[in-house]
């Protein structure tokens, strides 16, 4: 790999203490990290260079899975990190940051390639990328690349706002749009599962499959990010980049080769496919709800409107499900279920895709399921119908079940979602990452959601914390002869209680 500088703007704030400094080590300690790099945290805040080294070394201990001790190895480590105190409106800093980029690249004989990671709020990443490009920092002659956080926008004409300033300082090709659910392994996955299982392949589609189930349900609230969250909701914070992502990769076609471009343009065929939604009919494919107080894991926990920095009467949906239809020649008349919400009974994120049933026995089965589990657990399970000698020999569902964690090793030694996109960055691989085409055309197809919801044009549902979001989003299901299927471990339990 070759030897570069990362210049990491917003180097004081919570993402890079949380997970992009642990992030960074874990790739040294794999050495995945050019050699040598150069690496510059900037922030308003006045530290030295010893002081910010001391900082990112106690985000290592509090946050890498992989810190034990300190070593000799550490302090190496923390030798190529560098601090410059920078105000992003101020484009004397940006003068004073390229002299210490180049001092460094001097002082390591380093080419002039230059990554640039914006873990800053929103409204400073076109202001910061127009900076780049104005004090020469991108006047490079190595390569030069764009590492920019969510969100990407506010609605479709911010976000093409935005990428149209982008634009002026990077190409496409240099710009990485983070969507932290593609470093998820099972994500990553989803394309090898199709591609490697012939048996897989030939069912991926409308003549074997009724519908497709795609969840990620939350127990955590809105935590200490209300300031943002009460402006988003779940539809831009969830439903705009990571469902509508997963869906992509769910029913994108395999590619000829797989190369980023080739995945990202089957990725553009899906989001393009997508039935768009008028913002009158809104209410017929979309659930909203909000969180009441409720309990969780035994647990007494606030509703919405009382959580702190919350407006009182806030109508900010923390609950999405959706129908999605992709009218392709794959995918015509096979819903996907979208849903994702906060404070629900149970963290998972998943995918279960559910196969037509088209025996005609004279007893009623269960149809056969693929469940992919992303998070917590990596874990595939198929769903298949079997006799049991146990009772009378009826046939009953048994799950098969593939745990994917065992076969990567132990579960600290899988690199986190921002391990693999931090080093796909360096290696200038895009394909985990969101390209312009496919966040344009998801803004494209959630702003009637956004008008409907403005001008309030769908019910608002509450639903109790701890709980599986509103009823009505059983009904968007109900109406097509569907259910949403549950965590097996819901599942039993719900068994036990039954047989108490
Ligand atoms: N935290 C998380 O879990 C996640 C965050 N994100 C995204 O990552 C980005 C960063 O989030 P997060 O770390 O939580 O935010 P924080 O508020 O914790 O950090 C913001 C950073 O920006 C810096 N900053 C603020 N104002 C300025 C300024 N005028 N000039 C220069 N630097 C400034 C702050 O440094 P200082 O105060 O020293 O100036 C700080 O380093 C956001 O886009 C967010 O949406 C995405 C997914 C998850
Ligand atoms: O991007 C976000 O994702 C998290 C959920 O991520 P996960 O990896 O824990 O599933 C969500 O809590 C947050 O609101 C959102 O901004």
């Not at 471009?261 to 496919?273: G, L, Y």
């Amino acid at each position: 790999m070759e030897s570069m500088t990362f210049v990491l703007f917003g180097a004081t704030g919570d993402l890079a203490k949380r997970k992009i400094f642990p992030a960074i080590y874990n790739l040294y300690l794999d050495q995945k990290l050019p050699q040598p790099i150069s690496v510059i945290g900037l922030g308003r805040s006045n530290l030295s260079h010893i002081n910010f080294q001391e900082k990112v070394k106690e985000s290592i201990i509090t946050f890498s899975r992989r810190f034990e001790h300190e070593t000799a190895e550490m302090g190496d480590f923390l030798n190529a990190f560098r601090y410059n105190t920078l105000d992003v409106n101020n484009t004397g800093d940006y003068q004073k940051l390229l002299h210490l980029v180049k001092q460094r690249e001097e002082e390591l004989q380093i080419k002039e390639n230059r990554m640039f990671y914006l873990s800053v709020a929103p409204e400073f990443f076109d202001i910061i990328a127009l900076n780049i490009r104005d004090s020469g920092l991108g006047a490079t002659n190595g390569w030069k690349r764009l590492m920019i956080e969510k969100p990407f926008g506010h609605d479709l004409q911010s976000a093409r706002q935005l990428n149209k300033k982008l634009s002026s300082a990077f190409e496409e090709e240099e710009i990485y749009r983070i969507d932290h659910y593609l470093g998820k392994p099972m994500v990553q996955n989803l394309e090898a599962l199709e591609f490697a299982n012939p048996v897989l392949q030939s069912i991926w589609n409308k003549k074997h499959i009724a519908n497709v189930q795609i969840t990620a349900s939350e127990t955590v609230g809105v935590e200490k990010r209300a300031g943002y969250y009460d402006q988003a909701g779940a539809i831009r914070d969830m439903v705009q980049n990571h469902m509508l992502q997963m869906l992509m990769m769910t029913a994108m076609n395999l590619p000829k080769k797989i190369n980023a471009s080739e995945i990202r343009n089957e990725k553009r065929k899906v989001i393009e496919a997508l039935l768009p939604v008028k913002k009158e009919d809104v209410h017929t494919q979309i659930v909203r709800g909000q969180y009441i107080s409720g309990e969780i894991n035994g647990q007494r926990v606030p509703g919405y409107k009382d959580e702190t920095g919350v407006d009182s009467d806030s109508n900010t949906d923390t609950f999405i499900a959706a129908r999605v239809w992709i009218d392709n020649p794959f995918w015509s008349g096979v819903p996907f279920y979208i849903r994702t919400g906060k404070r629900m009974r149970e963290k998972s994120t998943r995918i279960v895709i559910e196969f037509k049933n088209t025996l005609d026995l004279n007893q009623k089965v269960e149809p056969n399921l693929l469940i992919i589990e992303i998070s917590p657990g990596e874990n595939v399970s198929l769903q298949l119908n079997s006799k049991n000698p146990m009772n009378n020999g009826n046939i009953e569902p048994v799950r098969i079940n593939f745990s994917c964690e065992d076969s990567v090793g132990n579960g600290s030694e899988v690199p986190e979602a921002y391990e693999r996109l931090i080093y796909d960055a360096l290696i200038g691989d895009s394909t985990f990452f969101a390209h312009w085409k496919e966040v344009e055309l998801s803004w494209e197809w959630v702003q009637p959601i956004l008008d409907a919801f403005d001008e309030n044009l769908l019910p608002f549902h509450e639903y109790s914390s701890g709980s599986y979001g509103p009823d009505a989003s059983n009904s968007l299901l109900l109406e097509n002869g569907f259910k949403w299927w549950l965590d097996e471990k819901i599942q039993e339990n719900k068994e036990k209680l039954l047989l108490k």
